[in-house]
């Protein structure tokens, strides 16, 4: 029997139960723990349902999200995300941002910049983040959008601790929350407005480009349009053949790790390389297309459209004074210290300055 090619197929995440670790018994709790290490070790991703966030604020974060990109850009404008990296708050346009991985001189950043990530973001974080304050809309045109916004990060922030007490757990450490405390997390809302399928398949145009997390914990909630894929790490090596697809899961948050949480536990985790990019084709009844007219008015062709996505991230990193160095029990014989410390601040401020020209 031929073995499958790996983009055909769609890779296995684990899906987790977290309503057992949020009201569990003890016992429950470390099975909790048990699942989620495996799934980190194995695949770097995990789908969690009963998570503790009702899917009713998911939902309308998703029409708040609708709504702000909605507005007119010079609307947009007025909450402008600050040039470079180093202030990641605010709306940025369509292609001011180009997401890469590993790539820090500026030529070859030049050179992807070639083709453009076509979505727009906005970014917000803690309301106590002095260093990174928010960068909000006047209240008069989206009220009731600010509010809304800081609630749902906190409900965010409260899961992300909650996870680092459960990978605690699986170490047989102490929490890792307090190197969390001061929650300096970054809500982003994302929009990939509808372009023609053909430029994603050519890759004359982009939606993010393969990258991995740069904090210790992702939190992902997606629409039902789709286009993520992940690469399998058992056929790394295989290039655009080793991505595969990660559909959406009705009422469950996709949660990955980051590089730092990956360099934390020494690769016992994995930080796995993602992307966006077009979504899975859809019964021609349904797919969107555009026809294009001549001057006689006859018609020269339709062309695929991809549906318009929004998915809605939230990223958690350290402390700026937490030093990163392997934990106990991620070194050993047979798993040697792969990293020297750094600090959370030094390694983020790093790949933040190859995100923005």
């Known amino acids: ?25 003890e016992a429950e709790q470390k099975e ?35 709504k702000f990109f909605a507005l007119p850009t010079s609307t947009k404008l007025l909450a402008p995300h600050p040039p470079g990296g180093s202030h990641h708050r605010g709306y940025s346009g369509l292609g001011q941002e180009k997401v890469s991985q590993n790539v820090f001189e500026e030529d070859q950043i030049s050179k992807l910049r070639e083709v453009p990530d076509v979505k727009e973001s906005y970014e917000s974080g803690n309301t106590k983040d002095e260093m990174q304050p928010n960068i909000w809309l006047p209240e ?10 800081e609630g749902f990060f906190e409900d965010c922030a409260a899961l992300v601790h909650k996870l680092l007490d459960t990978l605690s757990l699986a170490l047989s450490v102490p929490s890792l929350s307090p190197t ?11 929009h990939y407005p509808s372009l023609p399928t053909r430029l994603l398949r050519t890759n004359a145009k982009a939606r993010i480009n393969a990258h991995s997390d740069f904090g210790t914990l992702t939190l992902l909630f997606q629409d039902n349009v789709g286009g993520l ?24 948050v996709l949660v990955n790790i980051g590089d730092l949480m990956a360099r934390w536990s020494n690769e ?6 993602h992307r966006v990019g077009a979504p899975p084709a859809i019964p021609e009844t ?26 809605i991230p939230f990223f958690a990193s350290a402390n700026i004074d937490a030093v990163v160095d392997a934990l106990p029990g991620c070194v050993d014989d047979q798993h040697p210290k ?15 300055a190859a995100l923005y020209s």
């Open 268 to 273: 016992r985790w994995k930080s796995t390389v």
């Open 180 to 190: 969390h405390s001061l929650s300096l997390f970054q809500l982003r809302l994302l």
């Open 338 to 352: 792969l990293y020297e410390p750094v600090t959370a601040w030094e390694y983020v401020q790093m790949r933040m």
């Open 32 to 66: 909790v723990a048990a699942q989620i290490d495996d799934a980190f070790r194995n695949v770097g991703f995990v789908y969690l349902i009963n998570h503790g966030i009702p899917q009713e604020k998911v939902d309308e974060c998703f029409d708040w999200s609708a």
């Open 286 to 311: 349904e797919a969107s297309t555009q026809t294009q007219k001549a001057e006689n008015g006859h018609e020269l062709e339709q062309e695929e459209m991809c549906r318009p996505r929004y998915s």
């Open 1 to 25: 029997m031929a073995t499958p090619t790996p983009t055909t197929a769609t890779l296995s995440i684990p899906l987790v139960d977290y309503g057992k670790s949020l009201h569990g018994s």
């Open 140 to 149: 008069d045109k989206l009220p009731g959008f600010r509010r809304f916004m």
């Open 229 to 252: 894929e992940i690469q399998d790490p058992r056929f790394v090596d295989k290039g655009e053949e080793g991505f595969r697809p990660v559909p959406p899961v009705p009422g469950a």
